[in-house]
């Protein structure tokens, strides 16, 4: 049983789990829990009849008055009871299938803009059958989601339904467009009241309540937080720590942003300065071990292929490892022991560099940055400005990418013209190095 803030405690409708029973033949015990399985089925559509409220005329539109509030609750209470993910997906499945769009409405609204493109009528009549046609258009289970984000405890819940649902897809429970098509409307949904002007931005001090520190800190996922002295340190001196919360969820802090005052931009995160300098972060390439490893695996079984180093580059890092390239490679990048040797740490420090570089800048999802934080600051208009060789020598940083992390910086009259370039144009804009190292990729290593 989950619950999903004040006011919006889970109840259970139905029996989930049947109480101990004498044992029965085989076949009663099957028979018992299909009958449990229709029962639930029965009850899903039932309160799905009931909940879901029924779209009014056009004519109707804003005079009909709102479902009763116990109504959206009850749909809130039963899903939370729901402990099952198959369970919650099927009555998911229910509600995208059986409550969205009328297709008998859509079409007769259609038919009748069209009908009226084609005869001189005042544009008044036409804007008014697109409206109609609009209105056909909004899903029934809309109507649902907007009503209970207006409980107490509402939108929070409609994020976490969202959050099952995109698993639930993950894990095929549930398919199709319909449950597509309501991911989509309740993502546009979460957007809207997720805007930058419904959040508030707070500060972080050594001085907040202590349940706010608590969740910066167990939400930190770039450079985790040790302990109570490191949180310190990170809100402490020359250091600034902010975080976005929701007007529905307030002091639940939804994005965190920490910010380092130094004298140049920073070059790993051991070291930090006393002045203010220039606008950059020092950020994280997630994925970059999996994708080398992937290259590496690639070529390993295509009989010992290696495109990715030169030949002296491929006889030195043989003859420190004692074995074939790809293969050792694979078994010594998938643990951090390799960056306690210093002859590993300068024989891997060229090639991997210009890797990264490559894999920052040219490997492409859709036109764009594969790696998702390149894509973030990328999209906000940011230069790929510096890739730092042993910059993370934590086990996350060493197993995640090999420790090296990357500089964006942002030049504030640029911004929005970097911004509107990639995502138009698709173009990165990056520094020489990051560039000359993407040069060296192309000249030395062959994908």
Same mark, same amino acid.
């Given at each position: 049983?989950?619950?999903?803030? /004040? ?25 018992? @829990? ?6 639930? !089925?029965?009850?899903?559509?039932? %309160?799905? @009849? ?34 099952? &993910? ?27 803009? +069209? ?35 207006? %409980? ?12 099952? #649902?995109? !698993? ?55 450079? /985790?937080?040790?302990?109570?002295? *490191? ?18 969820? $307030?002091?639940? $802090? ?17 070291? !930090? ?19 080398? +490893? ?16 030169? *030949? ?26 390799? &960056?306690?040797? !210093? ?13 990264? &570089? ?19 600051? +990328? ?57 000359? #190292? ?10």
């Amino acid at each position: 049983m989950r619950g999903f803030g /004040p006011g919006l405690t889970a109840r259970c409708f139905l029996p989930l789990r049947l109480p101990g029973r004498p044992l029965r033949p085989p076949g009663l015990r099957l028979s018992t @829990r299909q009958a449990a399985v229709g029962a639930l !089925e029965r009850a899903m559509d039932e %309160l799905l @009849r009931r909940a879901v409220p029924a779209t009014p005329a056009y004519e109707l539109r804003e005079k009909t008055p709102a479902p009763a509030e116990g109504q959206c609750a009850d749909f809130v209470s039963f899903y939370g009871g729901l402990a099952d &993910a198959a369970e919650r997906a099927e009555l998911l499945g229910r509600l995208a299938q059986g409550f969205g769009v009328d297709h008998g409405q859509v079409a007769e609204q259609s038919a009748g803009v +069209l009908q009226l493109r084609q005869q001189p009528r005042e544009p008044a009549v036409l804007l008014q059958a697109e409206d109609r046609l609009r209105y056909a258009l909004v899903p029934r289970y809309r109507g649902l989601f907007h009503h209970i984000s207006k %409980l107490d405890g509402g939108v929070r819940f409609l994020v976490q339904l969202r959050a099952d #649902l995109l !698993e639930a897809q993950a894990l095929k429970l549930v398919e199709g467009p319909h449950v597509r098509e309501m991911n989509g409307v309740l993502k546009g949904m979460l957007s809207e009241w997720f805007s930058s002007g419904f959040l508030n931005l707070e500060r972080v001090t050594w001085h907040s309540p202590c349940e706010v520190l608590q969740r910066v800190s167990e939400s930190e996922a770039v450079h /985790p937080i040790k302990n109570w002295m *490191d949180m310190k340190r990170r809100v402490g001196p020359y250091r600034r720590c902010y975080f976005f919360s929701h007007c529905s969820t $307030p002091e639940e $802090p939804l994005v965190v942003l920490h910010v380092a005052l130094t004298g140049d931009i920073s070059s790993n995160i051991q070291v !930090e300065f006393p002045h203010l300098g220039t606008f950059s972060s020092l950020s994280p390439i997630p994925g970059f071990t999996k994708w080398l +490893l992937g290259l590496l695996n690639s070529q390993a079984k295509e009989h010992g292929r290696n495109e990715l180093f030169t *030949d002296s580059e491929s006889k030195e890092i043989s003859e420190v490892t004692g074995g074939p390239i790809n293969e050792t490679l694979k078994v010594i990048l998938s643990s951090n022991e390799w &960056a306690k040797s !210093e002859t590993l740490v300068r024989v891997l420090q060229a090639p991997l560099m210009r890797l990264c &570089a490559w894999y920052l800048y040219g490997e492409k999802h859709r036109g764009y940055a594969l790696n998702p934080v390149a894509n973030f600051h +990328l999209q906000n208009g940011a230069v790929m400005w510096r890739i730092n060789w042993m910059a993370d020598v934590s086990l996350k940083g060493i197993t995640g990418s090999c420790g090296l992390m990357v500089n964006y910086r942002y030049f504030l009259e640029e911004t929005a013209t970097n911004s509107t370039n990639y995502l138009n144009s698709k173009n990165i804009k990056a520094s020489e190095q990051v560039l000359s #190292l993407v040069a060296q990729f192309q000249k030395n290593s062959k994908l």
